[in-house]
């Protein structure tokens, strides 16, 4: 689910964004939550990074602090899937 973000290709929040709108077409997509529980993993994993370079970015002055705020919100929405796809 990565779209050149590194490169600047796509200017990061849109990248944020799309990200979210395709784990839940992928979420939506899949039968069992076995596959849910796999696609959430490597989205947590993903999520991880981008909040890790969102940070580093608005740091930098590369990017608002906003973006580090969504990057977390991202991940701790992705966690919170996790947590109750596990608690079923």
């Given at each position: 689910m990565q779209i050149?973000?590194?490169s600047g290709t796509l200017p990061y929040v849109e990248m944020?964004?799309?990200e979210s709108m395709l784990l839940d077409a992928h979420l939506d997509a899949v039968?069992?939550?076995k596959d849910r529980s796999e696609i959430l993993g490597n989205?947590?994993?993903a999520a991880k990074k981008n909040k890790a370079v969102a940070a580093q970015r608005a740091q930098s002055g590369l990017a608002t602090p906003?973006?580090?705020l969504e990057a977390k919100a991202e991940r701790?929405?992705?966690e919170a899937q996790l947590a109750e796809l596990a608690a079923k």
């Open positions: 050149r973000k590194e944020f964004r799309i039968a069992t939550d989205a947590l994993a906003l973006m580090a701790l929405r992705i």
